[in-house]
């Protein structure tokens, strides 16, 4: 099978920052080939401005949009305000994309849970995690939308939204920062995996955050060693698919650095989860079921 990945230039920007995120995007695509991943590279369909809306403030998007106000990384950049469309339509694309073929699909996008209602911060400006489910929600005659939160810190952004909007019936959020963060808590971490898995089995979509900063080594992490974090992948995927779950996936935080201050720990953690991902691929089983 090839894994629809979405991603284009526009997604990328130059930021100043301790994190990698805004840049991140071409540096995995350009991995994942090098490294002959039957991927298929798409290109998103950027989100709208009312897509924006329908899960933030307007006077929050515009100002943004507009570089009136700060975005995720507290400056007011027009080359990020441009990428923003980008990153949360590619965010969009892929789940449209997992939910009609009855699949999975990656998004090369990052910078969301932080992002709330009307604020940005933790390198999050707009949450394209909320901005998916909202437009499943509106415009697709989607019932209702999961997202399991596996990057390492606690998504207040998504509850932020998800509480101002009233959608806990319908988006169904777990962020594992949480619950867990202790070496200790490896364990009992992927030990309860496959069952919160199954628990977001009534959505009609599964939206993955495949946080890298669970990493043992990672600076703003610390949890999961490398076996550990790609047990989590690949429980994440084969529980998915072993119930007809479509998933799409994207990247979120991973700071770790190699000697010459490159992000090839970063990428690695990537490039697993994308294996994981082809690994248990589950196209067309829900049609099949
Ligand atoms: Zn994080």
Known sequence: MTLPVFFCPEMVARVDSFSPSAEKPARVAADWLALGLPVRIT??????VAAFERAHASSYVRGVLDCRLPNGFGTRSA??????PWTSGAMLSAARNALSAGGFAAALCSGFHHAGWDRGGGFCT???LMVTACALLADDGVENVAILDCDMHYGDGTEDIIRRLGLADR???VTIGARYGDRADARAFLGELPTLVRSLGGARVLLYQAGADPHVRD??????DDDELRERDETVFRTARSIGLPVAWN???GYQRDERGGIDPVLAIHAATAAACLSFDGRHERTRA
């Open 171 to 173: 988006v169904h959020h």
């Open 219 to 224: 600076p703003l992490g610390g949890f999961l």
């Open 79 to 84: 080359e990020v305000a441009a990428s923003l």
């Open 43 to 48: 290109r998103p369909t950027p989100a709208t």
């Open 251 to 253: 990247l979120a935080g």
């Open 126 to 128: 707009f949450n394209g």
